[in-house]
């Protein structure tokens, strides 16, 4: 099955700096990948993904950037703010938003963003 | 809005009792899945369905059962629960080929002593 590697486990920068985390993958035919917020005692949820045909993907201050040849994928928030303090998980899987077999997910990354 | 629904929301049990967390969406979403969350080893898949008739294991099922009642109910059961069960149980929904990907539930969270 999938497995999924995320680095670092903890992420610590001034605030207005940029972060970057990192996750790679195993299976050659995972073609989604979607990124998770997690706010202490919440739900995790979506806050940008991409499919396998596209490189890079930005949404505001967040891009994600995929690169199928390395298998690893990459999450950048730049001009971070307060509010970005959270967990971030990075997730993949063979086909859409189910997939066969369920979205695998990294470990986690704690972001912490300092004043 | 429609959403995804876990009850309860804390639960503590005691060793060798029989738990049921359920989960119920108004999304119409037709696929389910269960997760747990251990701090440092992120979310785990424990079962999934694709519709009432397909139930499908996770990398982590053994001590788990699940009960697919209906298109928006999705139930997990703890048939002998053990302490290390103690974590935070979320249920999820999607839709197969769009990009929003998961929609999860507020989570239960569960004590086992």
């Known amino acids: 099955g999938e497995n999924v590697e995320q680095h670092p486990s903890t992420l610590s920068v001034q605030e207005g700096d940029s972060a970057v985390i990192k996750c790679t993958y195993s299976?050659?035919?995972?073609?989604?990948f979607p990124w998770y917020k997690q706010e202490l005692g919440k739900r995790p949820q979506l806050i940008i993904d991409?499919?396998?045909?596209?490189g890079e993907k930005k949404d505001q201050r967040i891009a994600v950037t995929l690169n199928k040849t390395a298998k690893h994928f990459s999450l950048h928030i730049t001009e971070t703010q307060p509010e970005d303090s959270a967990v971030y998980f990075c997730?993949?899987?063979?086909?859409?938003?189910?997939?066969?077999?369920?979205?695998?997910f990294g470990k986690g990354t704690h972001l912490i963003i300092q004043p | 809005d429609a959403d995804v629904t876990q009850t309860p929301r804390n639960r503590i049990t005691k060793t060798g009792k029989r738990i049921m967390l359920e989960c119920s969406q108004t999304?119409?979403?037709?696929?389910m899945y269960w997760y747990r969350q251990d701090p440092g080893l992120g979310l785990r898949l424990i079962y999934y369905?694709?519709?009432?008739?397909?139930?499908n294991k996770g990398e982590i099922s053994d001590g788990y059962s699940v009960s697919r009642q209906a298109q928006a109910k999705f139930s997990l059961s703890l048939e002998s629960a053990i302490p290390n069960q103690t974590a935070l149980y979320f249920c999820?929904?999607?839709?197969?080929?769009?990009?929003?990907?998961?929609?999860f539930g507020s989570g239960t969270r569960l004590t086992v002593v």
């Open positions: 999820a929904t999607s839709e197969p080929d769009r990009t929003y990907g998961y929609t």
């Open positions: 299976d050659s035919a995972s073609n989604y």
């Open positions: 991409i499919r396998s045909n596209v």
């Open positions: 997730a993949a899987s063979n086909s859409g938003g189910g997939g066969a077999d369920g979205l695998t």
């Open positions: 999304k119409g979403h037709d696929r």
């Open positions: 369905s694709f519709d009432v008739k397909d139930i």
